[in-house]
């Protein structure tokens, strides 16, 4: 039998394509040890794949789903190759002794063609081991390489998770769908999200719960839907919760640097504590106002007061008068006392009047005011003071105490229109730091306890955060100012001490005061006597002040005691009476304050620096602390605090008039 050169190789060419589908079946696998991209690789090439030409072993390679199985293939890719030259080779030894006898008359062409098919063979057998070879190189390459960028994917991935889980604000993520994405735990704990709601495919359940958790459900709602709207908007504002936190909404659309739009993210962070300081803040801002406002009614407020006091005193000192008349102006004169301490409450209020402490018995003053209490509170309102078995000693302004007092038994009398019950208890209270922390603003150590209750109608507890709020007041128009117990508030914070309300509606209100006590019995302040008839003085004294009524005043009086008094309503008035008698004039008598543009402290220094030894006393209608600021003044020694009594004046006067030295 004689074949063409032609059948021979489409013969070879047949077993070629027999032999690799030899080797794709599961025992002919097992020759070569596994299955894969190579696999396909090598059918493609073999098989004559028209894409074949335009693939390369990467292509295969990145097509595979895994790419550890890739590089699991090679070394079987490899035996593949072996496999290839062996059986090609062994095959075209048969096919040359199976067509020998057939091919005898052209022995030349068949040795020719055998050993070109030999070399074919070889050349692709060392080929494709050479191209599985570099193939290889290169995917263990790339596999490494994806390792690294998988676990540095990771490391980022797990910093940023970290980061989401604990940032300070709540975080919800939304694609453009309004999809949940991505949401940390802060975002969970603000909104008080239940597990099960968190963690639901469906994120219209948390959408539902979240608005109900607000205020004003319709507007969240409105809100929300106008964002998702509009996906390019950005949004702030606040919302408030039905619990009462006040988170900050932030909301931003997500887009990468090419501007592709993604979703949106929104933030939530909790500004509660910082909208308390605020209001805390303003509340300071409404006393330092007020503060401002007494100092500056003070002054001129206490001048008045000056001269009806001291009118009302030489009224009393007269022998002339009926006694009714006699009574009329002690009442004037208690009155101006009354509207003194009225002014001394304004500027503790706005901290410009310093406190005249003094060790007392918190039981003494108590006992000493329950008959003015007693008459405040009406005959419908009955007293009862339980004082401490022991002495409370503090150390206190004792007028301030009965302002105290009168204001809480005012808002008592009032909050039992048909009469009722007042309890005034004293007594001493020791906390730890343990006990201290479970009360608010407490703080450890010896308290004296002041309670002022009554039986009235209560307070609700919303206006029961606000009564001490300057003119807060839950009083009719007219009948209440709103400044009582704010000044109760800043009386006992200027003592150091703390102040607590407890109240329920129907059931009355009871207000517990604590005060420093001292840890030792003080010694009892002896009552002052009466004041000792005070010698007067035959000196020139040069007197300005600026208000008229108390420049005639004063020169009346001064004259009264001996004086020669040279009065000046302005600095210019008071100068040239200093030149013209400039030795004859050991004292000046000088407001603080005045008109001219020119403080008294300024005059007086003048004065001096022409005649050292001229002695000076300084009156005003506000404080030593604030009157004085730089300067080294002291009352009742070169410094007079409007409004005095008549023997005040004079006792300073010969005082002053009698020191060695200015």
Known sequence: MKLKPLRAKWLL??????????????????????????????????????????????????????TG?????????????????????????????????ALADFVWIHQLQTANDLAVVLVTAAGLYLLLRHQQD?????????????????????????????????????????????????????????????????????????????????????????LYAHPDAVSRDEIELVDGTILDRYSSPVRDKTGVHYGRIWSFRDITERRKLEVQLRQ???????????????????????????????????????????????????????????????????????????????NDVVANFAKMLQLIAGESTRLHCQPAP?????????????????????????AMPTGGRLLIQTSTVEFDAVQAAKIPRARPGLFACLDVSDTGCGISSENLAKIFEPFFTTKAVGKGTGLGLAM????????????????????????????????RPADKIIPASLPAAVLGGTETILLLDDEPAVRTLFQTALSRLGYRVLAASTSDEAQALWHQERDKIPLLLTDLLLSDG??????????????????????????????????????????????????????????RLDQANA
């Open 13 to 66: 060419e047949m077993a070629g394509h027999r032999l690799f589908g030899f080797l794709d079946l599961p025992w002919g696998r097992f020759l070569w040890g596994a299955s894969g991209p190579a696999t396909d690789f090598i059918r493609m090439r073999t098989a004559g794949d028209h894409d074949g030409p335009n693939k390369t072993m990467s292509d295969f390679i990145e097509s595979s789903a895994v």
């Open 69 to 101: 199985r890739a590089k699991r293939s090679i070394p079987g890719a490899r035996r593949v190759a072996l496999a290839y030259l062996l059986l090609g080779s062994a095959w075209i030894f048969i096919a040359h002794r199976w067509f020998t006898d």
């Open 138 to 226: 290169c995917i263990e390459s790339a596999a490494d390489g994806r390792h690294l960028v998988e676990e540095e994917l990771r490391w980022k991935t797990a910093f940023l998770e970290a980061q989401v889980d604990s940032a300070l604000d709540g975080i919800l993520v939304v694609d453009s769908h309004g999809k949940r994405i991505l949401q940390n735990q802060r975002m969970n704990d603000l909104w008080k999200i239940p597990p099960h709601i968190a963690t639901a495919k469906d994120y219209a359940l948390q959408l539902k719960f979240t608005t109900q958790q607000t205020k004003n459900p319709r507007q969240f709602a409105e809100k929300v839907a106008n």
């Open 284 to 362: 300071a801002q409404k006393l330092e106002a007020i503060g401002q406002l007494a100092c500056g009614v003070a002054h001129d407020f206490n001048n008045l007061l000056t001269v009806i006091l001291m009118r009302a005193e030489q009224l009393l000192e007269m022998n002339v008068l009926a006694s009714g008349q006699l009574e009329s102006a002690g009442q004037i004169k208690h009155a101006a006392q009354c509207a003194s301490n009225l002014t001394r409450q304004l500027l503790l209020f706005g901290r410009a009047q310093p406190l005249q402490l003094h060790d007392l018995d918190l």
């Open 390 to 414: 022991q002495s409370l000693w503090v150390n206190a302004d004792a007028g301030m105490i009965d302002q105290i007092l009168l204001n809480l038994a005012v808002n008592a009398r009032d």
């Open 488 to 519: 109760v508030f800043s009386i006992v914070r200027q003592h150091q001490g703390w102040i607590n309300v407890n109240s329920e509606i129907g059931l009355g209100t009871t207000f517990r005061i604590y005060l420093p006590q001292l840890n």
């Open 598 to 655: 020119m403080s008294g402290y300024e005059f007086a220094r003048r004065l001096q620096q022409e005649h050292s030894g001229l002695k000076v006393i300084y009156a005003s209608g506000h404080g030593v602390d604030l009157a004085s600021r730089n300067l080294q003044l002291q009352e009742g020694v070169n410094f007079l605090r409007k409004p005095f009594a008549t023997h005040k004046l004079a006792q300073t006067v010969r005082n």
